[in-house]
């Protein structure tokens, strides 16, 4: 993978959290919908994961458990927060 | 060597040892490996099922701290109405009165919503107290700390500003109620929005109640439309001031200061932000160890799990409590 292609796939990241980041604030003080945004940038963490590893060619299964696990921790720790 | 120090020496080596990563196969150091992530899920789901237990088995311990005053809901949303030069709203001590028979209806009934589960509708309260109405619109909000907090929150909602800034309401009806609401102690706000048709104001504002037909609620907010075409009151006769005595008649919910057991908004965002704390913590030492010791690893990005950590603890630190509907 060019440095390019890196940079582009970092950028893509960068967007799927900045965007994370914008729902949270658009949907202060509605936690449902807070928390499908959080949901979605979990979800949107997981795939860039494992995109970004198979055009690595190091795509492993190993590798989409951490994913899976650290999303699913981070859901699951901000769905406590906003336990009613 | 005394005790503290043998525990602190063998805390250090244990930490040093599940910090190594694991040579043979190139994994993460054991405390960020699948298996502890997984544990930590396991340990997170067991608490939140724990909570769930507990709020049921006793209720009322577990809430929202709270400390809202009916003089400030009303003087907040006024600004807001000065701000967009739109007269300020007078407290009516009936609409207060289905304000408040609204909001003891939802502990009564555990529910949280503008329609009840048995279908009654916010308008039933309203003409319930015997206030006559050409308009009328409801706002809701529970599990917030401060009373401009949850005025904020309601300019926040596009529904709920709509109410606020509606220059066809000319009265507003706050309670403010402690509970327990789905196994949580917490304060319920409830604001009630009105016009009484002109007749009702020439009779000193006390008409026999009057059902108007309502639509069905659609949005978060409610704002009954009138049946009729909206007759226009003559501004010299809603008064801009609050009346005291409005506030003096409405004693039964002037404030509400919830003091739960457990608060727990503090509790479940303390622990997400000691957990994601702790894991970001591990991540940085595992990172930092693997290059020092420029270790290959079969691992996913450490960018990207630190990029989402820090945004989780952003969220949960800057998350406020409260909900409005």
């Known amino acids: 993978m060019t440095s390019k292609e890196h940079l582009l796939h970092y950028l893509i990241l960068f967007l799927i959290l900045t965007l994370g980041l914008v729902g949270f604030v658009v949907f202060r003080f509605r936690p449902q919908l807070q928390l499908l945004v959080v949901g979605l940038t979990v979800g949107g963490y997981i795939l860039w994961g494992i995109a970004h590893h198979y055009t690595e060619e190091r795509l492993r299964w190993e590798v989409v458990g951490e994913y899976i696990l650290v999303g699913v921790l981070v859901f699951v720790m901000f769905a406590l927060t906003l336990l009613r | ?325």
């Open chain 2, 1 to 325: 060597m005394n005790c503290a120090t043998t525990l602190t020496v063998n805390f250090l080596i244990y930490f040093k040892a599940v910090m190594n990563p694991f040579l043979p196969e190139e994994h993460r150091a054991p405390v960020i490996h699948k298996k502890a992530l997984a544990i930590y899920i396991s340990i997170l789901l067991s608490f939140y099922l724990f909570l769930n237990f507990f709020k049921t088995a006793a209720p009322g311990i577990l809430g929202f701290a709270s400390n809202i005053f009916v003089e400030e809901i009303v003087e907040v949303t006024n600004a807001y109405r000065r701000e967009n030069s739109i007269s300020e709203l007078r407290l009516d001590p009936t609409l207060s009165r289905a304000a408040q028979k609204k909001a003891e209806d939802m502990f009564a009934d555990d529910y949280w919503a503008h329609v009840a589960p048995d279908g009654t509708k916010p308008w039933y309260f309203i003409t319930a107290v015997g206030y006559d109405y050409v308009y009328a619109g409801e706002n809701l909000a529970k599990d917030f700390q401060k009373s401009e907090s949850v005025v904020v929150a309601w300019m926040d909602s596009p529904t709920h500003r709509q109410n606020i800034l509606n220059d066809r309401f000319k009265d507003i009806g706050v309670a403010v109620v402690n509970g327990t609401l789905n196994g949580y102690e917490t304060t319920l706000v409830v604001e009630m929005f009105g016009r009484r048709p002109p007749e009702a104001l020439a009779k000193g504002g006390q008409s026999s109640p009057t059902q108007v037909a309502g639509t069905s609620p659609a949005t978060t907010s409610q704002v009954e439309p009138p049946e009729e075409s909206p007759v226009e009151i003559p501004s010299e006769s809603i008064s801009t001031e609050l009346p005291q005595e409005a506030y003096r008649e409405a004693q039964w919910s002037l404030s509400a200061q919830t003091r739960p057991k457990v608060d727990v908004f503090s509790l479940t965002r303390s622990l997400s932000l000691a957990l994601g704390s702790m894991v970001l913590g591990f991540f940085t030492l595992d990172t930092y160890t693997a290059r020092k010791r420029g270790l290959v690893r079969l691992s996913g990005h450490t960018v990207a799990h630190f990029g989402l950590l820090i945004l989780l603890l952003g969220f949960v630190w800057f998350l406020k409590p409260g909900a409005v509907l």
